[in-house]
């Protein structure tokens, strides 16, 4: 691979048992109270807590059907967080996502009214029914954590996480999403159908009346995950672990020099350093959730496709042959020994 220079490991201070167990008991109820509203979609609950940990966003894509409003409700409502849900349509303007300002007559004033993206979970569904105009609104939100109506900005909650939803296969009336937007997703999870025991189980709830209700009961609180997004960013990550990543990354943008000829021209661009902060964000908050404080190769094999599958821009040759970004993926990790 490329000589890359030394990277400074940032000062840590080590995680204690007790801390370790306090992380391992929220992530567990929180958990508990998702398994019993959504059956399986193990990889969205993981998906959604590395994310929240991580103090990122994520965006979910699958046919209708698959829970994704259900379980960003659920996990909202486990945590005692502000919910809010934005039903994305070509009609949107910004003033229905951000606020607006408002005149009151009674005293020739104008107020601020916040929009809907002042809350900690903002689920914007379907989002790329929405113009690219409105889609730039979210930009400031997601990146800068703050709104500006009318000059004047306003912070919002925290915590703050957006979770984004599109379908795939319904491509009328829809806008394609620019790649600076995909880019401050920390992840893009893909659902898939259930299997046929999970959605008997699902036919067997409903008919429980188990699922009348979209919100679970709260098992954690906003200190909770706040707790757990500062002890992220104590997981200790090593230098190797750094060079592994910056190494990924770079194969990613120099497909031709490490990858077989036949797999280097589906690549047109490879990840920016978005991608790598996210693999270093979320690495260590897999590794929290596996009981660790520290950061093991494994944690970003295990993430290697939410990272990057919305990071890479594949070729039209690529697009054509229907090529998937996670076999790309797979055979940029194949070309970095692992540490």
């Known amino acids: 691979m490329t000589d890359l220079p030394t990277l400074p490991a940032p000062p840590a201070t080590a995680i204690g048992a007790a801390d370790l167990a306090r992380a391992a008991e929220i992530t567990t109820a929180i958990s508990g109270a998702f398994a019993g509203k959504v059956v399986g979609q193990q990889a969205l609950l993981r998906g959604l807590l590395v994310s929240l940990m991580s103090r990122g966003h994520v965006l979910l894509e699958s046919v209708p059907g698959l829970a994704k409003t259900l379980s960003s409700s659920v996990l909202a409502s486990a945590v005692r967080a502000e919910f809010s849900r934005i039903q994305c349509t070509p009609d949107l303007l910004p003033s229905d996502i951000i606020g607006t300002q408002v005149f009151n007559p009674a005293t020739t004033e104008f107020r601020t009214q916040l929009g809907p993206v002042h809350a900690n979970f903002v689920l914007l569904d379907e989002v790329n029914r929405s113009s690219a105009k409105t889609q730039s609104a979210m930009l400031e939100a ?101 060079r592994y990543i910056v190494e990924i990354i770079n194969v990613t943008r120099h497909p031709a020099q490490f990858l077989p000829t036949e797999t280097a021209r589906y690549l047109e661009y490879g990840a920016s350093p978005r991608g790598s902060i996210a693999f270093l964000q979320a690495a260590r908050a897999q590794a929290l959730l596996a009981g660790r404080g520290h950061v093991l190769p494994e944690d970003v094999v295990t993430l290697r496709h939410p990272v990057l599958r919305h990071r890479l821009l594949l070729t039209f040759e690529a697009l054509a042959a229907r090529v998937r970004p996670e076999d790309l993926i797979d055979a940029v990790f194949d070309a970095v020994p692992t540490p």
Do not use: C, W
Not at 199 to 209: D, H, K, P, T
């Open 142 to 242: 997601m990146q800068e954590r703050q709104t500006t109506i009318g000059g004047e900005s306003h912070r919002l909650p925290v915590p703050f996480m957006v979770l984004a939803t599109q379908n795939p296969i319904d491509e009328e009336g829809t806008y394609v999403l620019p790649q600076a937007q995909m880019d401050r997703f920390l992840l893009k999870e893909v659902l898939d159908y259930p299997s046929p025991a999970e959605e008997a189980e699902v036919l067997a709830r409903i008919a429980a009346g188990e699922l009348d209700s979209q919100h679970a009961e709260p098992v954690a609180s906003l200190d909770d995950v706040l707790f757990l997004q500062a002890l992220v960013e104590r997981v200790h990550v090593a230098e190797s672990i750094n």
